[in-house]
DNA sequence: TTATCTGCAAAGCCTTTGCACTTAG
DNA sequence: CTAAGTGCAAAGGCTTTGCAGATAA
């Protein structure tokens, strides 16, 4: 990690009435070395390693923070569970899940987000976001069936 | 109503291992009279006011079964509550929701439709399903603001 | 000092499950 | 008769909230 994350951390919370913090801070660098996509639940497994005295709240609070910063970046493949990734010099893209395994990759296209655009502004709305997840079988969960 | 739903809803049970029930067929007659996104609450509420017995255990039971007779699907919008859309006779689309007032419409690309299908079989995946929500400002809070 | 942050535990929400009873086939 | 369906209530899983103490500015 070059730092650099601590720093839009740190100059999100300018003027908007949130103060630095120590947990919030460890959090954030366990969160940008680990996976790309954790739920809360294995964010804080992750944290609890090296401050085991960190709450569950202060996760899902921090979480929030990342969020709103830009830093990180919800996901919900709508198993009940909402996971979260980071966001931090990375490209926007999209997921495509195996509905057999599980595993899933990430996807982007230049072309649909134009569309996806396009379509926004014919109903008369400005696009802010979207998520979009296509979900199928896997080459490999196919060939072992 | 035509009556074909509830035919279509047999015929899935027929062989499945499922019987006929005359709650669940309630539950099917309101769900497709109503508004076609639902929340299981919303739809518990409407069909108690016709048979105040049903529990909100069956409503959700009948969704899962009228989901895999595809008369249902189910929708996320992210606000943590699952909703249900009738699938019967419509095409299929996507949604565009208001991040400020929280309205929504269906879209439909049939572009997209098709650059998602390439996309999947590019990374090896059959698709199967998807889902895809623009979110965005509508023109009525853009105008308000 | 004062508003924010934290950890803990409790509460909230939505959804599922266990159980005894009812009902379709 | 047998297996599926139902209603109720309880349990589950994930997330948020209340609160008193700790901490940053």
Redesign the pocket.
Known sequence: MTGDEIGILRSH?QGA????????EE?LRVFLKSERHL???ALHALVKKR?P?????????????FCDAGLAREVDFGD???RFEHQFGHEHHDHLVCLRCGAFEEIASEDIEKRQEALAKKHGYSLVAHTMILYGVCGQCRGAK
């Open positions: 919370q009435g949130i103060r630095r913090s120590g947990p919030r959090i739920s809360a639940a401050r005295h960190i709450g569950a709240a202060t996760v899902y609070r921090a979480l929030k923070v009940g569970t909402k």
